[in-house]
Protein backbone atom coordinates (compact mmCIF):
# COMPACT_ATOMS: atom_id res chain seq x y z
CA UNK A 1 0.00 0.00 0.00
CA UNK A 2 1.46 3.33 -0.87
CA UNK A 3 2.19 6.06 1.97
CA UNK A 4 2.20 10.03 1.74
CA UNK A 5 3.71 12.69 3.86
CA UNK A 6 1.15 15.18 5.63
CA UNK A 7 1.58 17.65 2.46
CA UNK A 8 1.64 14.99 0.22
CA UNK A 9 -1.70 14.03 1.20
CA UNK A 10 -2.86 17.91 1.40
CA UNK A 11 -1.80 17.86 -2.09
CA UNK A 12 -3.66 14.61 -3.44
CA UNK A 13 -6.94 15.60 -1.77
CA UNK A 14 -6.76 19.34 -2.18
CA UNK A 15 -6.59 20.55 0.87
CA UNK A 16 -4.61 22.63 3.46
CA UNK A 17 -2.28 20.30 5.83
CA UNK A 18 -3.81 22.12 8.41
CA UNK A 19 -7.40 20.82 7.21
CA UNK A 20 -5.45 17.13 7.51
CA UNK A 21 -4.69 17.14 11.30
CA UNK A 22 -8.18 18.57 11.95
CA UNK A 23 -9.86 15.41 10.42
CA UNK A 24 -7.95 13.39 12.37
CA UNK A 25 -8.20 15.44 15.49
CA UNK A 26 -12.35 14.85 14.47
CA UNK A 27 -11.45 11.19 14.06
CA UNK A 28 -12.87 11.66 10.66
CA UNK A 29 -10.33 10.06 9.38
CA UNK A 30 -7.87 6.84 10.75
CA UNK A 31 -5.49 7.84 12.92
CA UNK A 32 -2.20 7.67 10.92
CA UNK A 33 1.00 6.03 12.19
CA UNK A 34 4.06 7.76 13.17
CA UNK A 35 7.49 7.68 11.81
CA UNK A 36 10.14 7.62 14.48
CA UNK A 37 10.83 11.48 13.71
CA UNK A 38 7.09 12.31 14.57
CA UNK A 39 6.18 12.44 10.68
CA UNK A 40 2.46 11.29 10.21
CA UNK A 41 2.45 8.41 7.52
CA UNK A 42 -0.91 8.19 5.59
CA UNK A 43 -1.91 5.58 3.14
CA UNK A 44 -4.99 4.79 0.39
CA UNK A 45 -7.37 4.03 2.90
CA UNK A 46 -6.77 7.63 4.14
CA UNK A 47 -6.91 9.32 0.90
CA UNK A 48 -10.09 6.96 0.02
CA UNK A 49 -11.80 8.26 3.60
CA UNK A 50 -10.88 11.71 3.00
CA UNK A 51 -13.00 11.79 -0.32
CA UNK A 52 -15.37 10.09 1.43
CA UNK A 53 -15.91 12.64 4.41
CA UNK A 54 -15.69 15.68 1.74
CA UNK A 55 -18.78 13.93 -0.50
CA UNK A 56 -20.33 13.35 2.67
CA UNK A 57 -20.39 16.97 4.03
CA UNK A 58 -20.85 18.39 0.45
CA UNK A 59 -24.09 19.35 0.77
CA UNK A 60 -25.08 20.86 4.45
CA UNK A 61 -28.44 19.21 5.52
CA UNK A 62 -29.38 19.68 9.08
CA UNK A 63 -32.67 18.54 9.56
CA UNK A 64 -33.83 15.88 11.86
CA UNK A 65 -30.64 14.35 13.09
CA UNK A 66 -29.25 13.74 9.36
CA UNK A 67 -26.38 15.97 10.16
CA UNK A 68 -25.16 13.83 13.31
CA UNK A 69 -25.83 10.81 11.45
CA UNK A 70 -23.87 11.50 8.64
CA UNK A 71 -20.90 12.34 10.58
CA UNK A 72 -21.55 8.65 12.29
CA UNK A 73 -21.39 7.26 9.09
CA UNK A 74 -17.81 8.71 8.28
CA UNK A 75 -16.65 8.17 11.29
CA UNK A 76 -17.58 4.60 11.76
CA UNK A 77 -15.71 4.35 8.02
CA UNK A 78 -12.32 5.67 9.73
CA UNK A 79 -12.63 3.24 12.53
CA UNK A 80 -12.98 0.52 9.68
CA UNK A 81 -16.71 -0.64 10.96
CA UNK A 82 -17.59 -0.75 7.07
CA UNK A 83 -20.82 -2.38 7.94
CA UNK A 84 -22.21 0.17 10.58
CA UNK A 85 -21.09 2.78 8.15
CA UNK A 86 -22.98 0.77 5.27
CA UNK A 87 -26.38 0.42 7.86
CA UNK A 88 -26.22 4.38 8.85
CA UNK A 89 -25.84 5.13 5.27
CA UNK A 90 -28.77 3.49 4.29
CA UNK A 91 -30.81 4.81 6.43
CA UNK A 92 -29.41 8.70 6.39
CA UNK A 93 -30.94 7.96 2.24
CA UNK A 94 -34.22 6.54 3.67
CA UNK A 95 -34.38 9.43 5.59
CA UNK A 96 -33.58 12.07 3.05
CA UNK A 97 -36.14 10.55 0.63
CA UNK A 98 -38.71 11.01 3.38
CA UNK A 99 -38.02 14.60 4.02
CA UNK A 100 -38.07 15.08 0.11
CA UNK A 101 -41.13 13.52 0.06
CA UNK A 102 -42.33 16.00 3.24
CA UNK A 103 -40.86 18.47 0.84
CA UNK A 104 -42.67 18.08 -2.19
CA UNK A 105 -45.72 17.41 -0.20
CA UNK A 106 -45.61 20.72 1.44
CA UNK A 107 -45.89 22.47 -1.99
CA UNK A 108 -48.61 20.47 -3.21
CA UNK A 109 -50.65 21.25 0.04
CA UNK A 110 -49.63 25.15 -0.74
CA UNK A 111 -51.30 25.01 -3.50
CA UNK A 112 -54.47 23.18 -2.81
CA UNK A 113 -54.37 25.78 0.39
CA UNK A 114 -54.03 28.76 -1.42
CA UNK A 115 -56.59 27.85 -4.55
CA UNK A 116 -59.41 26.94 -1.59
CA UNK A 117 -59.35 23.21 -3.18
CA UNK A 118 -58.74 21.88 0.37
CA UNK A 119 -62.29 22.35 2.01
CA UNK A 120 -62.74 21.38 6.08
CA UNK A 121 -64.02 18.05 6.94
CA UNK A 122 -65.51 19.12 10.20
CA UNK A 123 -63.04 16.84 11.31
CA UNK A 124 -61.13 18.14 14.76
CA UNK A 125 -57.97 17.00 16.46
CA UNK A 126 -56.72 17.90 20.04
CA UNK A 127 -52.87 19.13 20.48
CA UNK A 128 -51.64 15.80 21.51
CA UNK A 129 -52.79 14.25 18.18
CA UNK A 130 -51.62 16.27 15.54
CA UNK A 131 -48.16 16.36 17.71
CA UNK A 132 -47.96 11.83 17.27
CA UNK A 133 -49.53 12.67 13.67
CA UNK A 134 -46.81 14.78 12.54
CA UNK A 135 -43.85 14.14 15.09
CA UNK A 136 -43.81 17.41 16.17
CA UNK A 137 -43.46 18.24 19.97
CA UNK A 138 -46.27 19.79 21.47
CA UNK A 139 -43.62 22.88 22.68
CA UNK A 140 -43.18 23.55 19.11
CA UNK A 141 -46.78 23.63 18.25
CA UNK A 142 -47.33 26.31 20.74
CA UNK A 143 -44.10 27.89 19.18
CA UNK A 144 -45.37 28.02 15.99
CA UNK A 145 -48.86 29.48 17.22
CA UNK A 146 -46.82 32.11 19.45
CA UNK A 147 -44.90 33.20 16.39
CA UNK A 148 -48.13 33.84 14.20
CA UNK A 149 -47.70 30.64 11.90
CA UNK A 150 -50.90 30.29 12.53
CA UNK A 151 -54.37 30.84 14.28
CA UNK A 152 -55.99 27.59 16.46
CA UNK A 153 -59.79 27.49 17.38
CA UNK A 154 -60.57 26.83 20.49
CA UNK A 155 -63.39 24.97 22.26
CA UNK A 156 -66.23 27.10 24.74
CA UNK A 157 -63.68 24.77 27.78
CA UNK A 158 -60.42 27.19 26.25
CA UNK A 159 -59.10 23.66 24.53
CA UNK A 160 -57.39 23.90 21.08
CA UNK A 161 -58.93 21.98 18.20
CA UNK A 162 -56.99 21.86 15.16
CA UNK A 163 -58.88 21.23 11.61
CA UNK A 164 -57.47 19.41 8.88
CA UNK A 165 -56.90 22.52 6.91
CA UNK A 166 -54.37 23.42 10.19
CA UNK A 167 -52.77 20.33 10.10
CA UNK A 168 -52.37 20.63 5.91
CA UNK A 169 -50.75 23.63 6.85
CA UNK A 170 -48.61 22.30 9.67
CA UNK A 171 -47.23 20.27 7.24
CA UNK A 172 -46.19 23.34 5.16
CA UNK A 173 -44.55 24.69 8.18
CA UNK A 174 -42.73 21.45 9.19
CA UNK A 175 -41.34 21.19 5.79
CA UNK A 176 -40.01 24.97 5.71
CA UNK A 177 -38.58 24.35 9.42
CA UNK A 178 -36.75 20.75 8.51
CA UNK A 179 -34.67 23.03 5.91
CA UNK A 180 -33.92 25.59 8.07
CA UNK A 181 -36.46 28.30 6.91
CA UNK A 182 -36.63 30.89 10.00
CA UNK A 183 -39.92 31.27 11.55
CA UNK A 184 -40.12 34.63 10.03
CA UNK A 185 -39.21 33.93 6.88
CA UNK A 186 -41.89 31.40 7.17
CA UNK A 187 -44.38 33.77 7.97
CA UNK A 188 -43.01 36.18 5.37
CA UNK A 189 -43.41 33.38 2.64
CA UNK A 190 -46.63 32.40 3.86
CA UNK A 191 -47.98 36.10 3.24
CA UNK A 192 -46.15 36.48 0.09
CA UNK A 193 -48.41 33.77 -1.04
CA UNK A 194 -51.71 34.36 0.47
CA UNK A 195 -51.23 38.06 -1.56
CA UNK A 196 -50.66 35.84 -4.54
CA UNK A 197 -52.50 32.81 -4.90
CA UNK A 198 -50.76 32.26 -8.39
CA UNK A 199 -47.56 32.40 -7.14
CA UNK A 200 -45.17 29.36 -8.33
CA UNK A 201 -44.64 27.96 -4.68
CA UNK A 202 -41.93 25.38 -6.10
CA UNK A 203 -39.58 28.19 -7.09
CA UNK A 204 -40.71 30.50 -4.09
CA UNK A 205 -39.70 27.66 -1.67
CA UNK A 206 -36.65 26.98 -4.25
CA UNK A 207 -35.37 30.35 -4.77
CA UNK A 208 -34.60 33.00 -1.52
CA UNK A 209 -35.33 36.46 -1.44
CA UNK A 210 -33.56 38.72 0.93
CA UNK A 211 -37.62 39.79 1.54
CA UNK A 212 -39.12 37.23 2.10
CA UNK A 213 -36.78 33.79 2.10
CA UNK A 214 -33.74 33.29 4.41
CA UNK A 215 -32.00 30.26 3.26
CA UNK A 216 -29.71 28.39 5.86
CA UNK A 217 -29.23 25.50 3.97
CA UNK A 218 -28.91 25.44 -0.22
CA UNK A 219 -32.35 25.60 -2.08
CA UNK A 220 -34.78 23.20 -0.58
CA UNK A 221 -35.88 19.91 -2.94
CA UNK A 222 -32.54 20.81 -4.65
CA UNK A 223 -30.24 20.38 -1.76
CA UNK A 224 -32.54 17.26 -0.14
CA UNK A 225 -31.85 15.80 -4.21
CA UNK A 226 -28.28 16.46 -4.24
CA UNK A 227 -28.08 14.27 -0.48
CA UNK A 228 -29.91 10.95 -2.13
CA UNK A 229 -27.13 11.06 -4.95
CA UNK A 230 -24.25 11.63 -2.21
CA UNK A 231 -25.74 8.86 -0.46
CA UNK A 232 -25.69 6.56 -3.02
CA UNK A 233 -22.10 7.38 -4.18
CA UNK A 234 -21.66 7.14 -0.37
CA UNK A 235 -22.73 3.61 -0.39
CA UNK A 236 -20.69 2.11 -3.32
CA UNK A 237 -17.67 3.96 -1.90
CA UNK A 238 -18.35 2.35 1.22
CA UNK A 239 -19.17 -1.15 -0.53
CA UNK A 240 -15.41 -0.76 -2.18
CA UNK A 241 -13.18 0.17 0.65
CA UNK A 242 -14.88 -3.17 2.80
CA UNK A 243 -13.61 -5.29 -0.21
CA UNK A 244 -10.39 -3.37 -0.14
CA UNK A 245 -9.33 -1.96 3.36
CA UNK A 246 -11.13 -4.53 5.65
Known amino acids: MNTYKTAEIAAVIGIHPNTVRLYEELKLIPKPERRPNGYRVFTDFHIEQFRLARLAFQVEVLQNGLRK ?51 ENGSFFKRKEVSKYLNISMDTLRNWEMNGLLTVKRKQNGYRVYTANDIQLLKV ?4 RCANYSLSAILGLLSQLSQDPNVDIKAALDTPSDDTIIAVCDKLITSLTAAEENAG ?5 LQRMRITFS
Open 173 to 176: IRSL
Open 69 to 119: KIVQVVKSSAAGDFDTALALAEEYRTQIRKERDNAEEAIEIAGQILSGAVQ
Open 233 to 237: QMICM
